[in-house]
């Protein structure tokens, strides 16, 4: 592990740096728990990370009013939009996905913006063999993915099916105007946006990987209806409550299955990384601590 922060001559991190999540709700969140096991983790003595509850109006005074010793903010809903649209600078897939979900302090107290939910996604599925010659028994340049939902996760969806190596991205919907929203998303991003209405979903499982982005509930039906294929993962984007319907079923015949805590981890990592300049995150140490506090759950 090594730090590579300028903030000090030497290199070293400074001391008694402050990061945060902000959203409306925000009580529940998991980011403090996994954020703070990593500066112990890390030996940053000093470093706090605590959840602020703030709407869309809100945001840009909070923002003004941080001073030097903020690091940086993790935006949960319903920030990530105004989040990208405040940001002096932003990385190119938080543009394409029009979302931020990171925002990294610079030099003059502007603001940098970043989709790690995208970076989350990629390393879940690389993980899981997809863009990698283990998908459907090697070879497959493409892989083939199916989203549920047309949201704000879809958006990270989009952008990681891209990195990860899909051309087209079929994206089941209740409204057709949701898929349309999506579109610039798409183009930005280099792949094709294939539309699908919610009554086909059960029939659109045979993926590399199908990922679930719909609230709680709302999938939960398609656990009687889907036959599952060997080779197919699912993402099920939802932690609580756990496991759902649709993921007991997938787990049931064989299907490898990733949940929204395996997401929150994933994304956390990039922003650990770009808030505090130590790289890599301590992985093992913010995963044993999200792992404890969400079985208290």
């Known amino acids: 592990m090594s730090v590579t922060s300028a903030d000090t001559p030497d290199g070293r991190a400074t001391p008694?740096?402050?990061?945060?999540?902000?959203?409306?709700?925000?009580a529940h969140s998991?980011?403090?728990?996994?954020?703070?096991?990593?500066?112990?983790?890390?030996?940053?003595?000093?470093w706090s990370y605590v959840a602020i509850e703030c709407d869309v109006p809100d945001l840009a005074g909070l923002l003004a009013g941080l001073d030097a010793t903020w690091a940086g903010l993790s935006l949960t809903m319903p920030l990530k939009e105004e989040a990208l649209r405040l940001a002096a600078t932003a990385t190119k897939v938080a543009r394409a996905t029009g979302a931020a979900n990171t925002l990294v302090r610079r030099e003059h107290g502007t603001w940098h913006a970043d989709n790690t939910d995208v970076a989350g996604m990629v390393r879940v599925l690389h993980d899981a063999g997809?863009?990698?010659?283990?998908?459907?028994?090697?070879?497959?340049?493409?892989?083939?993915?199916?989203?549920?939902?047309?949201?704000?996760?879809?958006?990270?969806?989009?952008?990681?099916?891209?990195?990860?190596?899909?051309?087209?991205?079929?994206?089941?919907?209740?409204?057709?105007?949701?898929?349309?929203?999506?579109?610039?998303?798409?183009?930005?991003?280099?792949?094709?946006?294939?539309?699908?209405?919610w009554a086909e979903a059960a029939a659109l499982f045979g993926a590399d990987a199908v990922i679930s982005t719909v609230p709680k509930g709302a999938a939960d039906?398609?656990?009687?209806?889907?036959?599952?294929?060997?080779?197919?993962?699912?993402?099920?984007?939802?932690?609580?409550?756990?496991?759902?319907?649709?993921?007991?079923?997938?787990?049931?015949?064989?299907?490898?299955?990733?949940?929204?805590?395996d997401l929150l981890l994933?994304?956390?990592?990039?922003?650990?990384?770009?808030?505090?300049?130590?790289?890599?995150?301590?992985?093992?140490?913010?995963?044993?601590?999200l792992s404890e506090a969400a079985g208290r759950r």
């Open 266 to 289: 994933a994304q956390a990592l990039s922003q650990f990384e770009q808030f505090t300049g130590v790289v890599p995150a301590p992985e093992a140490e913010m995963r044993a601590a």
């Open 221 to 261: 039906h398609l656990a009687a209806e889907v036959t599952w294929r060997p080779g197919t993962v699912l993402f099920d984007a939802i932690y609580d409550p756990w496991p759902t319907p649709l993921a007991a079923a997938a787990s049931a015949a064989g299907v490898p299955v990733f949940s929204g805590l």
């Open 30 to 46: 998991l980011s403090p728990v996994i954020h703070n096991a990593g500066f112990v983790a890390a030996g940053l003595t000093g």
């Open 130 to 197: 997809l863009g990698t010659s283990a998908v459907r028994g090697g070879g497959q340049a493409s892989p083939s993915v199916t989203v549920l939902g047309g949201g704000g996760t879809c958006r990270a969806a989009l952008g990681a099916a891209a990195e990860l190596g899909a051309t087209e991205v079929t994206v089941v919907t209740r409204r057709a105007s949701a898929r349309d929203e999506l579109e610039p998303a798409a183009e930005a991003l280099g792949i094709k946006l294939l539309g699908a209405p």
């Open 16 to 26: 008694g740096r402050r990061a945060a999540v902000l959203g409306r709700p925000i």
